[in-house]
């Protein structure tokens, strides 16, 4: 799914699951259930009634857990659908995950799993407002979630709604530090709104956790636009070590160059940039990073 925020999510359920299954196992067991009770043993005429009460409870019990997950079982299989036709990952194939995981959704409401689920299907087919609905429904169930107010900062950040994109990410960031999308998205849109000072920061610790190009060429933005030409420079060099066939990657340091005044070795940079692009807009003002 998108920048692989579901992995995480979609963890949720086979956690429900999987618990789900551990209670059916113990309630499945009177026996032991009666042990722990103190009750198992050759009952006395004073405690048989409360014995086998204990077992009846038990059995009621598991008959009750039966039919909430026969109930349960056309969500999920609504669920892995919608996964299975996401991950095919066609235009068609976005249509029947969204139509799955609306009808996973629907039937459990109370799940945010399901309404995150059908925000990605809705980010990746384009339809942000619609997207945004469903990652705010997930996150104001689960608030607590950085994958939900990732979600959310995504589809308001191609909406242009930059400000509130920048509060959703830095949710996510605090909820999860270690996770480099939640920083690289924050300092994406930083960039966007021309703060680069606090970009920096964000994108350094992106950088930290995950060092790939748009990373490190995103920092460099930051930098170059603090007239801290030196270390962009840098930056610049690591995203061309990772990927040396980006032209905007050799213009950005033809640029950092010639902030510090080395002219030959912005002509240098500028040069392997046309090589790679002839059409490479190297005149142009500092471009952005990838979308996250």
Known sequence: MVTGRVSQAFGIVSILLSTAGVGKACLASPVTNAVSAGLLGMPEESNRSSYWDSIERSRQLNT????IMRRDSAVIDAYNRGVAAYYR???ADYQVAESAFREAASAKPDQPVYQYAL?????A???YADAETAFRAARDKADTVAAYHYGLGIAQLWQQKYGDAETSFLAARDKEDTVAANHYALGYTLLVEQKYADAEPALRRAAELDKGPETYYGLG???LEQKKSDE????FQSAIALKPDVADYHAALGFARMDEGRYA???AAFRAATRIDP???ILRSRTTPGRP
């Open 232 to 235: 962009a420079a840098g930056a």
């Open 221 to 223: 933005l930051a930098l």
């Open 119 to 123: 925000g990605d299907a809705l980010l």
């Open 279 to 281: 059409n490479v807009s």
């Open 125 to 127: 087919q384009g339809k």
């Open 265 to 267: 070795d912005a002509d």
């Open 89 to 91: 990952g066609g235009a």
């Open 64 to 67: 009750e857990l039966d039919e």
